[in-house]
C-alpha cells in the first residue's frame, strides 16, 4: 500500500533513538513506562516525526491530552504572547487574568443548570485529589465510593479510588483510608442470559445493597465516576446505570464528582462526556486536552460547595499557570471555531464503520466499541470463549509502530486497542491509520496461525 504519512525507515529505535534510549534506562527509572521506543523530533496536527526521521500517525494523542492537534497554531500563538508578558506569578500570590477568564467560560460550558466556580490544578490526579477534599469539607462525610476498573492517578487517594491493580496499586498499599470499590457495568462480558438494561438494573440493585453490607451512605462524601472508563478500555456504561447512581447519590445527600479528565474537550463529541447521559454531576474534574499538552487540571463545582472551603487550603504553586490557563483558552477558541465535536462525531463515524469490518474478518476482535471519537477494539483468543487476548494486542500495537501507527492499550485485561487520535486528523490520515491498524491485525494473526 502506498503510504503519505507514515513512513519508518528504521528498526525502532533507530540508531539516534538508541543512544538515547540507553541514557534513559541509565537514568530514569523503569517505573516510568514508555509506549514506543523512541523520541520525537517534531509534531504537527496528528503526525509525529522522531529523532530518526520516522514519521507516523499517532492514534495516542499524549493519551488523550491533544484533540485540538499537536502545536495548533492558535495554541502556539497564544504560549508565545504568553510567555512575552509573564511566565509566572503564583495566582495565590499575584493573581492573571487568563485564569478568570478561563473559569468563566469553563463553567458556562459545563453541565449543570446550576451557579459554578473553577479552580485550576496541575495534573489529573491533583484534580480528583481536590474534587474529594471539596467533597469531605462540604459534606462532614469521610467515605468515597469509585468503581472496579476506574483508574484516576498516580497519588495515594487517586491510586487508592483506581479500580485495577496491576500496574498501579500492587505492592503500594496500603491504600488511604475510607475509599470503596462498587461494580461498574462492563456490557460485553455481562452475564449472557442478561439484558443490558436489565444488567444496569442488577448492579444499581447491587449498589443499594453495598450501602447495606459495605458503608453507610450517610458517611460517603462524593461517588467518583468516569462517564465512560479510559485505562479500562472505554467501557460505556448504559445511560439508565448512570442516572440510577446519580439518583442513589441525590437520594443519599452524596456529591457525585465525574471525572472527565480522559473524557473531556470533544473526545466523545460533546464538551463533557456526562452530557449524553443528561447527568449534570456537583463536581467535575478536567485536565488532558484542556490546554492541548500544556499540563494543567481543574475542579468545576456548584458554588456552594466549592465556596465552602477557606482561604488556603485549595491551590498550590503551580497551579492553573498562565501557560496552561492561556492554552486552555486556546483550546476553546479553536474547538468552537473548527467544531472539534463535530469532528469527533464523524471520525467516531468512521472508525467505527471500519472497526465494524475489522470485527467481520478477525475472529480475534471480540468486542467494538465507542462513544464519539473514544473508541477501542478488544481482543480475545476467540468471540466464543471471550478469552482476553492480552500478548496478541501487544504484539499488534508493535505491528503498527513498525507501520507507522502509534496506538495504545488498555483494558481491565490489558487486551483493548483505545483510539485517542488528535481531532484535526484529516480523513486521509486516518484511513491511512485505520488502514496499518487493520493490516497490522492480519499480520499478527498471520503469524500466530503460522505458528499452529
Ligand atoms: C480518568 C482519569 N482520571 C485521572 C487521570 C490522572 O491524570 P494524571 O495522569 O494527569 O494525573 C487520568 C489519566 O490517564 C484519567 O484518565
Not at 540508531?15 to 523520541?39: E, N
Not at 440493585?205 to 465516576?225: G, S, Y
Not at 437520594?251 to 474537550?265: N, P, S, V
Not at 500478548?391 to 501507527?405: C, D, F, M, N, S
Request: one cysteine or more; a negative charge; hydrophobic letters at 40%.
Amino acid at each position: 500500500m502506498t503510504r503519505s504519512y507514515a513512513n519508518v525507515q528504521t528498526a525502532l529505535p533507530g540508531p539516534k533513538a538508541k543512544q538515547w534510549l540507553d541514557r534513559r534506562h541509565d537514568i530514569v527509572p523503569d517505573g516510568v513506562s514508555y509506549g514506543i521506543p523512541t523520541f520525537i523530533e517534531k509534531a504537527e496536527g496528528a503526525i509525529l516525526e522522531d529523532i530518526d526521521g520516522n514519521r507516523f500517525i499517532d492514534f495516542a494523542g499524549a493519551i488523550g491530552t491533544i484533540n485540538v492537534g499537536h502545536r495548533h497554531p492558535t495554541v502556539v500563538r497564544a504560549l508565545h504572547d504568553q510567555i512575552d508578558r509573564y511566565i509566572h506569578t503564583g495566582f495565590n500570590v499575584m493573581m492573571y487574568d487568563p485564569y478568570i477568564e478561563l473559569a468563566e467560560k469553563i463553567a458556562a460550558l459545563a453541565p449543570g443548570s446550576f451557579d459554578k466556580k473553577v479552580m485550576f490544578l496541575n495534573s489529573g490526579a491533583e484534580a480528583v485529589e481536590n474534587a474529594v477534599k471539596i467533597a469531605r469539607k462540604y459534606t462532614n462525610r469521610q467515605a468515597v465510593v469509585s468503581f472496579s476498573g476506574g483508574f484516576h492517578g498516580r497519588t495515594l487517594m487517586t491510586m487508592s479510588l483506581t479500580g485495577k491493580v496491576r500496574p498501579y496499586k500492587y505492592e503500594y498499599g496500603p491504600f488511604a483510608p475510607e475509599v470503596y470499590h462498587a461494580a461498574y457495568p462492563y456490557s460485553y462480558r455481562r452475564p449472557a442470559s442478561m439484558s443490558d438494561a436489565a444488567y444496569s438494573q442488577f448492579l444499581l440493585d447491587e449498589l443499594e445493597r453495598f450501602f447495606i453490607t459495605e458503608v453507610a451512605p450517610e458517611n460517603v462524601a462524593a461517588v467518583v465516576m468516569e462517564p465512560v472508563q479510559g485505562e479500562s478500555g472505554f467501557i460505556i456504561p448504559d445511560k439508565a446505570f448512570v442516572q440510577g447512581v446519580y439518583d442513589l447519590c441525590k437520594k443519599h445527600g452524596i456529591l457525585l464528582i465525574a471525572d472527565e479528565i480522559q473524557t473531556g474537550f470533544g473526545r466523545t463529541g460533546k464538551y463533557f462526556a456526562m452530557e449524553h447521559f443528561d447527568v449534570e454531576p456537583d463536581l467535575i474534574t478536567i485536565s488532558k486536552s484542556m490546554a492541548a499538552g500544556v499540563p494543567i487540571s481543574g475542579v468545576i463545582g456548584r458554588k456552594e460547595l466549592m465556596d465552602d472551603a477557606n482561604s488556603g487550603e485549595l491551590g498550590g504553586t503551580y497551579c492553573g499557570s498562565p501557560l496552561g490557563c492561556s492554552a486552555g483558552l486556546a483550546v476553546l477558541k479553536v474547538m468552537e471555531e473548527e467544531q472539534i465535536n463535530k469532528r469527533a462525531a464523524v471520525i467516531g463515524d468512521k472508525v467505527m464503520g471500519k472497526f465494524r469490518e475489522m470485527y467481520d474478518r478477525y475472529e480475534v476482535v471480540g468486542d467494538i466499541r465507542g462513544l464519539g471519537a473514544m473508541c477501542a477494539m478488544e481482543f480475545v483468543t476467540d468471540k466464543e470463549s471471550k478469552t482476553p487476548a492480552k500478548q496478541l494486542t501487544g504484539q499488534i500495537l508493535k505491528e503498527a509502530q513498525k507501520r507507522g501507527v502509534i496506538a495504545l492499550n488498555a483494558g481491565v485485561y490489558d487486551n483493548v486497542i483505545r483510539l485517542l487520535m488528535p481531532l484535526v486528523i484529516t480523513d486521509e490520515q486516518l484511513d491511512e491509520g485505520l488502514d496499518i491498524l487493520d493490516e497490522s491485525i492480519a499480520a499478527v494473526v498471520a503469524k500466530a496461525e503460522a505458528v499452529k
